[in-house]
């Protein structure tokens, strides 16, 4: 699929699949922006009681420790592990985890949605591999497939694994990721194919979660994270903290149809310093450190979310230097 043809099925998608009318349409944004005005919700993980979550590339490094956040750490009922094999090889038993067969490099939408039913949210941690297919079939075409079948199922948060600097193609960061097929082009390509799709979507909405530099490290936890929104800095972040974001913005009204950084606030870097020191496993104590005015920090996951900034409806953020 080329890179016009995902512009014009989204296109088409958006056209297609607004049902609304002109007044009920700004009725529903009026809702939405009321509704971000508020507090944010006060429980974590605990609107996640009796609800069913999936994973995709649940046996990847992240999916994985997504599944198991969501074991350990929420009492969510149902707990869907999709994998390319249909197995689910990490952690302890739990009658919660359902493994399941969905490979999103070759899966239809019709095959998605109806493993989607009746989930409250999916999770895209999924990523392009040798065994498991392309930066375009997965990274791209495979994002697009789940938000469609997301949208078919009436899952309520589409929370996408994606990553820093994705939008800056002239960035170091950029530059390096990209050579291994193409993967940053990929996934910034569905990034904004799914913003064009959840666009006038009132009830479902998508997250897009852009982790700096991962690393195998244990858990920091929120106090040592940091968001931001801009894409123009990044710095290290552990997987299990990833996972512990995705999962705990689900219920977050903040993070509907919000994209956002994230990496550990004491290893924030400009991008064009950024690869550098994560390399050397840099620190910082936040003097001197160039400032974006959209940083969030906090001490609990409310705290952490609040006040984020949502995509404009339809928003591309491609960046400067890309041609469709």
């Known amino acids: 699929m080329s890179a016009s043809t995902v512009r014009s099925l989204s296109a088409r998608a958006v056209v297609r699949d607004r049902a609304m009318t002109s007044s009920s349409r ?16 006060a429980q974590p993980s605990a609107s996640l009681a009796s609800d069913k979550v999936v994973v995709i590339g649940a046996n990847g490094k992240t999916g994985r420790r997504c599944v198991e956040y969501l074991r350990s750490s929420t009492d969510a009922k149902e707990i869907v592990a999709c994998t390319r094999s249909g197995t689910y090889e990490g952690g302890a038993a739990d009658d919660r985890v359902k493994a399941r067969a969905a490979n999103v490099a070759s899966a239809s939408v019709a095959e998605l949605a109806n493993e989607f039913a009746g989930a409250k949210a999916v999770i895209f941690a999924a990523s392009q591999s040798q065994s498991g297919g392309t930066a375009s079939q997965v990274d791209r075409d495979g994002v697009i497939t789940c938000a469609r079948a997301c949208l078919r ?4 948060r589409f929370v996408i694994v994606s990553s820093g600097a994705v939008s800056k ?6 530059i390096f990721l990209n050579l291994f097929g193409g993967i940053m082009r990929n996934k910034i390509l569905g ?17 897009v979660v852009r982790p700096g530099g991962l690393s195998e490290d244990p858990a920091r936890g ?8 801009g894409d123009e800095m990044s710095g290290r972040i ?7 974001i995705c999962i705990e913005s689900i219920s977050r009204e903040d993070a509907a149809n919000a994209t956002f950084e994230c990496y550990n606030w004491d290893a924030a870097k400009p991008l064009g310093e950024v690869g550098l020191s994560n390399m050397m496993k840099a620190t910082n104590d936040g003097d001197g450190v160039q400032k974006t005015g959209s940083e969030r920090r906090g001490s609990s996951w409310d705290e952490l979310f609040a006040g984020l900034r949502a995509d404009a409806p339809g928003e591309k953020q491609q960046g400067e230097g890309f041609t469709l």
């Open 153 to 156: 199922a009436g899952v309520e």
């Open 191 to 207: 990034e904004d194919a799914v913003r064009a799709l959840y666009f006038d979507r009132p009830g479902q909405f998508y997250t």
């Open 26 to 41: 700004a009725s529903a944004l009026r809702g939405v922006r009321r509704a971000r005005a508020r507090a944010p919700l």
């Open 169 to 174: 193609p002239a960035s170091p960061v950029y």
């Open 238 to 244: 552990s997987r299990e903290d990833v996972a512990a």
């Open 222 to 229: 929120v106090s040592a994270l940091e968001l931001n929104q």
